[in-house]
Nanobody, 123 residues
């Protein structure tokens, strides 16, 4: 069973940057980040393969966000640049126990979830 703990959220002005971290314990393979804005459904942000060699992004963050991982530290990161007020949300990391096939973008495809970290972007 995997346990995931996010950190790094906070308040930032539009155009600024934040780096989120997700520390994992237990078995994890592929990882993803999702976000949920107030009053909206949770949505996919980015995913990364076990080796880190394959990544996938939602169109809304492509070119601004970068997902990466350090397997020696069992940690996944989400570097967020050029932040916009629309990026304001609770960000969740999630663990996908599968190893093959396309990276997953749907919530039900992820087995474990962190508690979330708030990101607020002011205009």
């Amino acid at each position: 069973q995997a346990q995931l703990v996010e950190s790094g959220g906070g308040l930032v002005q539009a155009g600024g940057s934040l780096r989120l971290s997700c520390a994992a314990s237990g078995r994890t393979v592929r990882m993803g980040w999702f976000r949920q804005a107030q009053g909206k459904e949770r949505e996919f942000v980015a995913a990364i393969s076990w080796t880190g060699g394959s990544t996938y992004y939602a169109d809304s963050v492509k070119g601004r966000f970068t997902i990466s991982r350090d397997n020696a530290k069992n940690t996944v990161y989400l570097q967020m640049n050029s932040l916009k007020p629309d990026d304001t949300a609770v960000y969740y990391c999630a663990a996908d126990l599968t190893r093959t096939g396309p990276l997953h973008t749907l919530e039900y495809e992820y087995a474990y979830w962190g508690q979330g970290t708030q990101v607020t972007v002011s205009s």
